[in-house]
Structures are given as structure tokens and as C-alpha cells.
T-cell receptor, first 113, second 110 residues
Framework: NAGVTQTPKFQVLKTGQSMTLQCAQDMNHEYMSWYRQDPGMGLRLIHYSVGAGITDQGEVPNGYNVSRSTTEDFPLRLLSAAPSQTSVYFC????????????FGQGTRLTVV | DQQVKQNSPSLSVQEGRISILNCDYTNSMFDYFLWYKKYPAEGPTFLISISSIKDKNEDGRFTVFLNKSAKHLSLHIVPSQPGDSAVYFCAASAGNDMRFGAGTRLTVKP
């Protein structure tokens, strides 16, 4: 009963490096999303997908890319890491639209130095 | 701009008493509201939600109230238990847009 699985749990990057945060869900959910959580800011939506092959931007998309080739996987790519991208990243999935109950992964704590 | 605000960063209550967590929003297009609970080193977990066509929704010890004219919602926990100690986020959605508040840390003292 895995739910939403994020890897890695922790990552340190140097400025300018690229990396991919992985997210997989086993609930056959259509809707998946990525958030970042910063102190005093709550969670902010980066990108979301309403199904395989369909992605769209959220509130803070700059510096991030996503793709959705399968229902299960929704990776988040940092193209050229910047210190401002130091944050905790959460992936979520839900069976319906965004306003239905979302299941979150445990998060990835990313530090960019 | 923060469209969803939780103005109390923290709240402390005694076990068995009522906890009231508040949330204000500015965007009148929001039509669905949710509360999530988060423990340290875990992802948020869904607690309860309410549609804009309702003003109250109950689920066990948790009740959410929505006042659309005031653009205000609240979460009541009765009775509060030590296991309820966590950070609570309110969220509001319009279409595929979802906005979260900054969270309120609830501490329930035995």
C-alpha cells in the first residue's frame, strides 16, 4: 500500500546543477501535482497534470519542468538549480479534480548551495 | 500575494477542550475549501473539506464552518486530543488552482 512515493528524501545540489525529483503513485489517480513548501509561505503549486500527456503551470512554475508520460509517474526537473529553489518539495495525487482529497508523498528536502 | 491567510502561527489548547483554527481568503472565485494536517517529516494528510454551497461540514470530532460573506472559514476540533498536535493548513481551490495558507501549529497539552 505505497500511495505516493517520492525520491530522493534529501538532496544537496550546487548552483547550476540539474536534477529530477521522482514521484510515483499506485492509486491510478488522474490528477498529480507538485508543491514547494517554504517557511511562512505554506505550500505553493508548481505544476500539475490532469492526465497522461497533459501538464500545466501552477503558481510558481519558473525554473521547473514536468512531463507525464504515464498515469503513475510525474517527475519534476530542475533545469539549473538556484539557491532560491532550496525548499521542501511535495508531490500529490488525487482521484478527481484538484479540489478532491489529495494524497501527498513524504517530501524531498532540497538544498542548493 | 497570499490569497489564503492563516493569521495565527500557533495555538495551544488543553486536552478535552475545543480547538478553533481560522483561515481567511481574498479570492471570491474559490469554490472549494480543504483542511490538511501535517506531522513533522511527513506529507500533509487530508482532514475535511467543504463546498462553497454549504456553510458547515462535520466529520467526527472535526467540523468546518464557511462564512462566504466574510471570506472566512474555521476548523473546530472537539474534544482536542494530544495526537491532534500538528500543523494545520487550510487550502482553497478554483478550477485547477489550489492555494494554501501558511499553516497553524496546534499543540494540545495533556
Amino acid at each position: 500500500n505505497a500511495g505516493v512515493t517520492q525520491t530522493p528524501k534529501f538532496q544537496v545540489l550546487k548552483t547550476g546543477q540539474s536534477m529530477t525529483l521522482q514521484c510515483a503513485q499506485d492509486m491510478n489517480h488522474e490528477y498529480m501535482s507538485w508543491y514547494r513548501q517554504d517557511p511562512g509561505m505554506g505550500l505553493r503549486l508548481i505544476h500539475y497534470s490532469v492526465g497522461a500527456g497533459i501538464t500545466d503551470q501552477g503558481e510558481v512554475p519558473n525554473g521547473y519542468n514536468v512531463s507525464r508520460s504515464t498515469t503513475e509517474d510525474f517527475p519534476l526537473r530542475l533545469l539549473s538549480a538556484a539557491p532560491s529553489q532550496t525548499s521542501v518539495y511535495f508531490c500529490a495525487s488525487s482521484g478527481g479534480r484538484v479540489n478532491t482529497e489529495a494524497f501527498f508523498g513524504q517530501g524531498t528536502r532540497l538544498t542548493v548551495v | 500575494d497570499q490569497q489564503v491567510k492563516q493569521n495565527s502561527p500557533s495555538l495551544s489548547v488543553q486536552e478535552g477542550r475545543i480547538s478553533i483554527l481560522n483561515c481567511d481568503y481574498t479570492n471570491s472565485m474559490f469554490d472549494y475549501f480543504l483542511w490538511y494536517k501535517k506531522y513533522p517529516a511527513e506529507g500533509p494528510t487530508f482532514l475535511i473539506s467543504i463546498s462553497s454551497i454549504k456553510d458547515k461540514n462535520e466529520d467526527g470530532r472535526f467540523t468546518v464552518f464557511l462564512n462566504k460573506s466574510a471570506k472566512h472559514l474555521s476548523l473546530h476540533i472537539v474534544p482536542s486530543q494530544p495526537g491532534d498536535s500538528a500543523v494545520y493548513f487550510c487550502a482553497a481551490s478554483a478550477g485547477n488552482d489550489m492555494r494554501f495558507g501558511a499553516g497553524t501549529r496546534l499543540t494540545v497539552k495533556p
